[in-house]
T-cell receptor, first 109, second 113 residues
Framework: LAKTTQPISMDSYEGQEVNITCSHNNIATNDYITWYQQFPSQGPRFIIQGYKTKVTNEVASLFIPADRKSSTLSLPRVSLSDTAVYYC??????????FGAGTRLTVKP | KAGVTQTPRYLIKTRGQQVTLSCSPISGHRSVSWYQQTPGQGLQFLFE???????NKGNFPGRFSGRQFSNSRSEMNVSTLELGDSALYLCASNPWGVTYEQYFGPGTRLTVT
């Protein structure tokens, strides 16, 4: 299981682009990278998943360099409602899966 | 499609009792996973069921058990409740069964007194 490292917290202002980077040095060849968003007292919400290069959907973009040892979740023009904890996971469901502490993003007015 | 539903949403139990939580996955999803979330330990994986079989299990004592029915609905049971079992219990369903593309329910808030 690939261990992941993310910043514990980040601050931003409304309207800015936010980039959250996740390091996963021992990612395996078949591993996908998945990001979730969680608000207090709610279940995590699937944001985006990718394998290589760039993936974009209506919510975010995911950038994955060629060596796949890191990935960056990009949130365009954040608003106050984007204040949440963001989790990066690598691999698939198995006995050792961990969500980690995630990155607590605070968006200020 | 309707999302993942969990019942009940809130539950208060006394230490020593047992509890059963229910989860209905998104239609067509065959994999259901359960998680426990507490302020101190974060989001921890309990187990995953696929086609009525437990396929993965996290590091939790045997008091925590689960099952999945033929319609993919799942239940988890906690016996001999302890104060430390107070947590938000989350269920997630997965269309493919192995990747992390999971869709979570709103959770069941269990309080043990």
């Amino acid at each position: 299981l690939a261990k992941t490292t993310q910043p514990i917290s980040m601050d931003s202002y409304e309207g800015q682009e936010v980039n959250i980077t996740c390091s996963h040095n021992n990612i395996a060849t078949n591993d996908y990278i998945t990001w979730y968003q969680q608000f207090p007292s709610q279940g995590p919400r699937f944001i985006i998943q990718g394998y290589k290069t760039k993936v974009t959907n209506e919510v975010a973009s995911l950038f994955i360099p060629a060596d796949r040892k890191s990935s960056t979740l990009s949130l365009p023009r954040v608003s106050l409602s984007d204040t949440a904890v963001y989790y990066c996971l690598v691999g698939e469901i198995n006995n050792d899966m961990r969500f980690g502490a995630g990155t607590r993003l605070t968006v200020k007015p | 499609k309707a999302g993942v539903t969990q019942t009940p949403r809130y539950l208060i139990k006394t230490r020593g009792q047992q509890v059963t939580l229910s989860c209905s996955p998104i239609s067509g999803h065959r994999s259901v996973s359960w998680y426990q979330q507490t302020p101190g330990q974060g989001l921890q994986f309990l187990f995953e069921y696929f086609s009525e079989t437990q396929r993965n299990k996290g590091n939790f004592p045997g008091r925590f058990s689960g099952r999945q029915f033929s319609n993919s609905r799942s239940e988890m049971n906690v016996s001999t409740l302890e104060l430390g079992d107070s947590a938000l219990y989350l269920c997630a369903s997965n269309p493919w069964g192995v990747t992390y593309e999971q869709y979570f329910g709103p959770g069941t808030r269990l309080t043990v007194t």
